[in-house]
């Protein structure tokens, strides 16, 4: 039996909060012993285990598709095995050459060229400058730069920089092809490209780590997902079984939920201090959510600035992944969130009744500044089963098909019997 390409075992990282690498033999002390003579107890509790005790396998040619919330450990994974950052504990063994697509920004040089990236990225896989001719003019062709692959690539936008990383990582051949999110940032024409080209590497027996927060593309694009939960492994198996149960998980179903400031998940001057999801009346002994009701979103977000424009926005995700639909405050450009100061915000939804299907549904939340960039994505803030609990009326009594099952208005109308036609028929035999 051959060896696995990829061999992780008991691999874990630390880091502390707040503080930074020590540049003298003093300031290492410093560290060790805790700053303001708190001792080792103060240093300890600013501690963060971003990977704790993480084992897995992977064998040549399997596309292993990594989901998880943020912050679950996902890009630090993939950071130790791409030799960006080393283990506090643990060993990574990489068989194979590696090539790596995570961030924006990692594996250029800035100041260099498409075409010089281009040259710089092969050598460093070990590819003699004969092959990296042979597949030039393929990557330009992909990646659609071809008027900028003599301009440095700081100049280039995310959409192109991505576009020429993943080129480069693909066309390449390397044996094993790490992905971060990153492909988020192209357009779907682009994503879907970019897929079919991860399935044609691995017929050819590449390996791939997949990162990714969308559940479809795990779904039908991965042979197996490993679900990474606050630094550790919390499944790995088929995907549609191990998304189901990330999509159930405990922390994903609570229709409420408050942090505080600390606590509060968020980025870029902008923080979401809680969520509440009210459809039902508890009285009546029934704590899901009814498809007969209508459901009320509430969404409370805190800034510690000033922004011209914010908006929130959640995407709805059933339970086989597909996105169900999406809608945000910028839907009409709801007033509230214009020109605003820094303070509490609260924004509310509310889903009509009888629009959901009887399913299960994640939600995602995305706060946008200026219409235009996100600057939070909460992955999986809240999920909830709509249930039917009403008996239906008339009608169709079997399932509703669709991800959702709107009521639209229809009228039927009796028309007057047609007379019959007047007009002489002859057939000739």
Same mark, same amino acid.
């Given at each position: ?20 690498? /020590? ?16 001792? +080792? ?43 960006? =950052? ?22 250029? *040089?800035?100041? #260099?060229?498409?075409?010089?990236? !281009? ?31 003599? =301009? ?5 936008? @995310? ?11 693909? *066309? ?15 357009? @779907? ?16 027996? &590449? ?5 990714? *927060? ?9 042979? &197996? /997902? ?11 198996? /088929? ?21 505080? /400031? ?33 459901? +009320?979103? =509430? !969404? ?9 424009? #914010?908006?929130?926005?959640? *995407? ?23 020109? !605003? ?32 960039? !996100? ?45 019959? @036609? ?8």
């Amino acid at each position: 039996m051959s060896q696995p390409v990829i061999e992780v075992e008991n691999l874990s990282k630390r880091y502390f909060l707040g503080e930074m690498r /020590a540049q003298s033999i003093r300031e290492t002390l410093e560290l060790w012993w805790g700053r303001g003579g708190k001792g +080792r107890e103060a240093r300890e509790k600013r501690e963060l285990w971003a990977l704790r005790d993480v084992s897995f396998q992977v064998k040549q040619g399997e596309i292993l598709g990594v989901i998880g919330a943020n912050g679950a450990g996902k890009s630090t994974l993939l950071k130790i095995l791409s030799r960006i =950052t080393e283990p506090e504990s643990g060993v990574a063994v990489m068989r194979g050459r590696v090539a790596s697509l995570l961030e924006v920004g990692t594996g250029f *040089h800035p100041d #260099l060229t498409g075409r010089e990236n !281009i040259f710089l990225n092969g050598a460093i896989l070990g590819l003699k400058r004969s092959e990296i001719v042979a597949r030039f003019d393929e990557i330009v062709a992909f990646s659609s730069i071809e008027k900028f692959v003599d =301009t440095p690539v700081k100049r280039y936008s @995310s959409g192109m920089y991505v576009r020429l990383a993943f080129a480069v990582a693909a *066309h390449l051949e390397p044996d094993i092809l790490i992905i971060d999110e990153v492909l988020a940032v192209g357009d @779907s024409s682009f994503q879907k490209k970019c897929l079919g080209k991860l399935e044609e590497a691995s017929r050819s027996g &590449r390996t791939i780590l997949f990162v990714s *927060h969308n559940m479809v593309a795990v779904r039908s694009f991965c042979s &197996r /997902a490993l679900w990474m939960e606050q630094g550790r492994v919390a499944g790995d198996g /088929a995907p549609g079984e191990v998304i189901n149960r990330y999509l159930v998980r405990p922390d994903a179903r609570a229709v409420s939920r408050r942090w505080t /400031a600390a606590e509060a998940p968020g980025a870029g001057g902008a923080k979401i201090r809680s969520i509440r999801v009210e459809n039902s009346d508890p009285a009546e002994g029934f704590d899901g959510i009814a498809v007969e009701r209508p459901v +009320r979103v =509430t !969404i409370e977000v805190e800034t510690s600035r000033s922004f011209e424009r #914010l908006d929130t926005t959640l *995407h709805f995700f059933n339970e086989e992944g597909i996105l169900a639909f999406g809608t945000g405050t910028a839907d009409d450009h709801v007033a509230g969130f214009d020109r !605003i100061e820094a303070g509490l915000y609260r924004s509310t939804l509310v889903i009509p009744a009888r629009f959901l299907n009887i399913d299960l549904y994640a939600a995602n939340l995305l706060i946008v500044e200026n219409s235009t960039e !996100i600057i939070h994505l909460q992955e999986g803030i809240f999920s909830f089963r709509v249930e039917e609990t009403e008996p239906r009326a008339g009608g169709w009594h079997g399932p509703r098909v669709g991800v959702v099952r709107p009521q639209m208005p229809w009228r039927v109308e009796r028309l007057e019997r047609p007379e019959p @036609s007047t007009d002489l028929e002859i057939r000739l035999s």
